[in-house]
Structure formats: structure tokens, C-alpha cells
């Protein structure tokens, strides 16, 4: 089938695109350089080893988790790549900007780009609540406003609020959550035919959808622990709680699930949304627990929340035998 976007958006998309892309490599050529300095061999290897689990949790994760809508299956996970690539480079501008606060050059880290990485996944949660109600352009806009958004927001609490890099960057769901919805408010629409077809899942690349939450689950005490890599036992707290919160969201969110089914099925929709919420609830405070049974509760609590909320919201109805 071909694409249903008129010829001028076909013809629009890739030349702004390229243009956007050229000149974020002007950018770079006047205004960035490399660090020079020595650096700890062990540290460096650490830092990469984060970085890639975390590019490995937003790019297949978020990639796959929304593969479910019958009409977007793996476009979904071509978007997703598309905007993380591009976010990824504008994010690591506005961090070293943002940062001095000077027309110097930025110097490149591999913390920067991981710090970048974490950045663009605001975007792609967003993205989440507003996909098939956007073209790939409005998508565009809508990344380089929200990642500009989300950095000034975590240099003000920074400078002016005292925050540290963790905690700021753990505000990202809630700052992602309401600017999709906001973005989504304003794409609002009746539910005609089309629309809702858009928003109808297929239940073979629901599959897809469940293998982006096995990766966004496994990765994610990484995703919570990564910006406290000077701090061994703060780090090991965090990726302790991260993984008792999730786990016990999970068993949570299946068994409320399928307690709620009249034949005991589990529906998928349920857990998408549920057995994540345990490390979510827990991000901000992870490194600061000192006892198991604390992250517990808190994954307990937000796996029955998430569920409950998913069952009261009308998503589209998809069961698996339990």
C-alpha cells in the first residue's frame, strides 16, 4: 500500500531532515571537540557498559513496546530509532551549552553522550501517548521542543534548586508523561473509523510489544543506577531496590490481571503498563533505601496503581491463557 501523507509531506520530511541533520554538523564542527585528558581505563569501560545497556533499554525497549498498534508494528520501532539517533545529538549540545553557559566549545564525554542517551528517553515515552495522531515531522518538532524543555528544567533545579544529576533525571517520567498527554490534548480529535483503527492492537505483534517490556524490565536498575557511578555503594543500593520494586510490580500486575479476567487470562495491555511501575516509583529514592522490604512495598503499591489504572482506562482488550 502506498503512503497515505500527500506528496509535499513525502517530499518535506526527508529535505528538512537533512537540513536539520547538516547543520547540527556545522555545529558540531565550530562549537565541539573531544576530551583530551587522561582518563582511569577501568572508569571509562564502566561508563561505556552503562552507556550500552542504556541504548540497549531505549532503543529496543521503547522501539518494541509500542509495535502493538496494528497500523504502526515496526514503523514504530523505525521512529523510535529516528528520533533517538537525532535527539541524542541536539541533547548533547544543550547539556555542554547549558552547562557553561558560554559560547565555548563543548567538550564530548562518554558521560556526555550517556547523559544525552537518558535525555532523549522524555521523548520517547512521549511519543508513546501521541503516535497515530502525528506525522513523522510534527514528531520531529515535537522531540527538539520537549528535549530543550526537559535539560533547561534539569539546569534550573541544578543551579538554582541544588538537585543532583540523579534526581533531576529522575523526574523524566513525570515531565514525559504530562507533555504527551499536553501534546496529545492538543492533537485531540473524535474517535471517527480511521483513528480508531490506528489505536487497535494486533495480537501477533503484541508479542513484539511484550519482548520491548522484557527489555525495558531487565535494563532498567542500569537505567536507575547510571549516573552514580561515583558512588559504589550508592549505585548498588539503587540497583538493588530497582530490581525488588520490579519484581514485585511484576508478580503484582500479572496476578491483579488476571484476577480481574472472568476466565483468568492475562491481558497484555495490563502488563505493558504495570510491571514497570515498580522501578519508576522507585528512581528517585532507590540509592537512599537501605532495606529491601522498603522498594517492596513501593513496587507492590505502584503495580496495583498501574494496574487498577489500566483496567479503569479504555484500552483495547487483548488476552493470552494464563
Known sequence: MGSKYPPSMQCFLPLWTLVLEVALIVIFF?????DTSSQDPKKLMETYRVLQDVTIM?????????????????????????????????????????EQ???KKVVIKLSSIKLATMSAMSVLISAGAVLGKTNLVQLVLMALVEVTAFDV??????????????????????FAAYFGLMVAWRFRRPLHERVMEKDQTAKSSSLFGMLGTLFLWIFWPSFNSALLLDSPNERKNAMFNTYYALAVSAVTAISVSS????????????????????????GASCYLISSPWLAMVLGLTAGLISTGGALCLPFPHLAVGF
Not at 61 to 83: K, T
Open 30 to 34: 565550530f562549537f565541539t571537540s573531544y
Open 58 to 98: 531505549v532503543a529496543l525497549g521503547f522501539g518494541f513496546i509500542n509495535s502493538s498498534l496494528r497500523r504502526y508494528g515496526w514503523s514504530s520501532v523505525a521512529f523510535n530509532l529516528f528520533l533517538l539517533a537525532l535527539v541524542v545529538q541536539w541533547a548533547v549540545l544543550l547539556d555542554g551549552f547549558l
Open 101 to 103: 553557559l558560554s559560547p
Open 153 to 174: 528544567m534539569r539546569m534550573i533545579q541544578r543551579k538554582y534548586f541544588l538537585k543532583d544529576n540523579h534526581v533531576n533525571m529522575m523526574h523524566i517520567h513525570v
Open 259 to 282: 484476577l480481574a479476567h472472568p476466565q483468568g487470562k492475562i491481558n497484555m495491555n495490563h502488563i505493558h503498563n504495570a510491571v514497570l511501575a515498580g522501578g519508576v516509583a522507585v
